[in-house]
Nanobody, 124 residues
Framework: QVQLVESGGGLVQAGGSLRLACAAS????????MGWFRQVPGKEREFVAV????????EVADSVKGRFSISRDDAKNIVYLQMNSLKLEDTADYYC?????????????????WGPGTQVTVSS
């Protein structure tokens, strides 16, 4: 089992920046893919970004491309989401995910390990 815990969420003005972090513990050897999804209450979960162990393969949602970047520190078992130029529509709960099969996926059902989430609120 892998345990994931997010941090770094909060309230920020539009145009501002936040950096989310997700620390993993437990059986971290199988975390070949780590990433982020987000969800607004009452709406479906939305893919944000994922990264392969080693960091040489990344996928980012078109809605955040050019504003958000993902990175990971495999030695520390941490994945980051740097969010710049935040918009009102980025307001959501952000969830860290991981999976063992080393293929990037934008399908939330492919991820068996989820963190409890961290809230990001962007104000005008």
């Amino acid at each position: 089992q892998v345990q994931l815990v997010e941090s770094g969420g909060g309230l920020v003005q539009a145009g501002g920046s936040l950096r989310l972090a997700c620390a993993a513990s437990g059986r971290t050897g199988g975390m070949n893919v780590m990433g982020w999804f987000r969800q607004v209450p009452g709406k479906e979960r939305e893919f944000v970004a994922v990264i392969l162990r080693g960091g040489n393969r990344i996928e980012v949602a078109d809605s955040v491309k050019g504003r958000f970047s993902i990175s990971r520190d495999d030695a520390k078992n941490i994945v980051y989401l740097q969010m710049n130029s935040l918009k009102l529509e980025d307001t959501a709960d952000y969830y860290c995910v991981s999976k063992g099969i080393p293929t990037l996926s934008r399908d939330s059902s492919d991820y068996k390990s989820w963190g409890p989430g961290t809230q990001v609120t962007v104000s005008s």
